[in-house]
Nanobody, 113 residues
Framework: QVQLVESGGGLVQPGGSLRLSCVAS????????MSWYRQAPGKEREMVAT???????NYADSVKGRFTISRDNAKSTLYLQMNSLKPEDTAVYYC???????WGQGTQVTVSS
């Protein structure tokens, strides 16, 4: 069955960095565009970044220039490098194939001093 396992979240101070990972299984990872989403308390889930099968990337305006999405098809793993973190980046982060309604359990990112 399809599994998406996110990891790498944690507590970090403003201005700090984190690298999230998402290991995918149960589908052909290399054939799918992938996205990172996030959901903050009391807010709707929002798309953060997307990467196509050809490694084209797209970012939400709020993270442009600070976050970088990448993928390793050999490891069926999606990454999100997050730099210059802000308190408003606090959320649960999820990975998802663009064209499939598969969700993992998410990983919590908290940015606070």
């Amino acid at each position: 069955q399809v599994q998406l396992v996110e990891s790498g979240g944690g507590l970090v101070q403003p201005g700090g960095s984190l690298r999230l990972s998402c290991v995918a299984s149960g589908f052909t990872f290399s054939n799918h565009a992938m996205s990172w989403y996030r959901q903050a308390p009391g807010k709707e889930r929002e798309m953060v970044a997307t990467i196509t099968t050809g490694d084209r990337t797209n970012y939400a305006d709020s993270v442009k220039g600070r976050f970088t999405i990448s993928r390793d098809n050999a490891k069926s793993t999606l990454y999100l490098q997050m730099n210059s973190l802000k308190p408003e980046d606090t959320a649960v982060y999820y990975c998802k194939p663009v064209t499939r309604a598969y969700w993992g359990q998410g990983t919590q990112v908290t940015v606070s001093s």
